[in-house]
């Protein structure tokens, strides 16, 4: 990252490359954008760059979306977790300490509000 380059850490967490592409899309112009496949990739991504906001997916190897958001939020307490999901769960993601929003994983237009709204809100650290 560019010395300057004030703009928040996104952390895109899902085994699809097709959507992390699409997000990473959405999210460049207004995002530092880095990605993981699985639980493992993501704590290593989170130490080496601090991140704001990540999008989990429900469903991942290695550790479930839930495991992934709680070594989240162990590393980086601060950091707000979006989890998403093609299935309705929802209401298990309401639930969870660890998940600050959840996201219907099919509904751009929402994943790009929410982004945007976050955007707005988050002052990355430098």
Excluded: Y
Excluded at 6 to 35: C, F, K, N
Excluded at 97 to 113: N, T
């Amino acid at each position: 990252m560019p010395d300057g380059d004030a703009r928040p850490r996104l952390l895109i967490i899902d085994d699809g490359p097709d959507m992390v592409r699409l997000l990473e899309a959405l999210a460049a112009a207004t995002w530092e954008v880095h990605s993981a496949a699985n639980l493992a990739e993501a704590v290593e991504v989170a130490g080496a760059h601090p991140v704001d906001v990540a999008i989990v997916d429900f469903m991942l190897p290695g550790g479930g979306g839930f495991s992934v958001a709680r070594r989240l939020k162990e590393l980086r307490p601060g950091c707000t977790v979006v989890m998403f999901s093609a299935a309705p769960v929802g209401h298990q993601a309401a639930d969870s300490p660890d998940v600050d929003e959840f996201v219907m994983k099919g509904d751009v237009r929402v994943i790009r509000r929410l982004l945007d709204d976050l955007a707005r809100r988050v002052q990355p650290d430098s």
